[in-house]
T-cell receptor
């Protein structure tokens, strides 16, 4: 089945850029998503990218997709303490567009 | 606009008791999903519905788990009898369509502890 992997933890200083990485195995992935989970809350959609795109930018967020290597990254510019959370990448494929496969999540810690 | 509403937010009960988790999807969304989140297994899809009909329940762990959607604005996930290994955060999510650019919106979850 599909597999989505992420590193478990990332620590950055406030004001620096954060880069969270994700690898997936399903070559038929159509859309790839980044979700943010704050303590005690559900997952909040941050952004998504279609598989025929290489890059998508949305304010402080930049998503890069390397389809050949099945590698997805989320860059957060000027990271703030409010960005501290768990970040999940997820993928869906063409055949079952309603089903998402989530990664294990990366806990981002922003230090002063 | 109201998001996905789940109740209760927290539930603590003893092993063997019946547990019922509730979800109200966003109005107009015709897909509803139930997930379970644990430290060991991460986020797992248990079951999802389209137009109140269960489409895929392959993630439901065993017969002790059941889910229903009697109408477009309400769904329940029931565990009977409950066991300590069922302790987890259960999320409900809804979306407006089957296409990948119609993302899932999550509720805040129910934190379930089985003693």
């Amino acid at each position: 089945g599909e597999d989505v992997e992420q590193s478990l933890f990332l620590s950055v200083r406030e004001g620096d850029s954060s880069v969270i990485n994700c690898t997936y195995t399903d070559s038929s992935s159509t859309y790839l998503y980044w979700y943010k989970q704050e303590p005690g809350a559900g997952l909040q959609l941050l952004t998504y990218i279609f598989s025929n795109m290489d890059m998508k930018q949305d304010q402080r967020l930049t998503v890069l997709l390397n389809k050949k290597d099945k590698h997805l990254s989320l860059r957060i510019a000027d990271t703030q303490t409010g960005d501290s959370a768990i970040y999940f990448c997820a993928e869906s494929d063409t055949g079952t567009a309603s089903k998402l496969t989530f990664g294990t999540g990366t806990r981002l810690q922003v230090t002063l | 606009d109201a998001g996905v509403i789940q109740s209760p937010r927290h539930e603590v009960t003893e092993m063997g008791q019946e547990v019922t988790l509730r979800c109200k999807p966003i109005s107009g969304h015709d897909y509803l999903f139930w997930y379970r989140q644990t430290m060991m297994r991460g986020l797992e899809l248990l079951i999802y519905f389209n137009n109140n009909v269960p489409i895929d329940d392959s993630g439901m762990p065993e017969d002790r788990f059941s889910a229903k959607m009697p109408n477009a604005s309400f769904s329940t996930l029931k565990i009977q009898p409950s066991e300590p290994r069922d302790s987890a955060v259960y999320f409900c999510a809804s979306s407006s369509g089957r296409y990948s650019n119609q993302p899932q919106h999550f509720g805040d979850g129910t934190r379930l502890s089985i003693l």
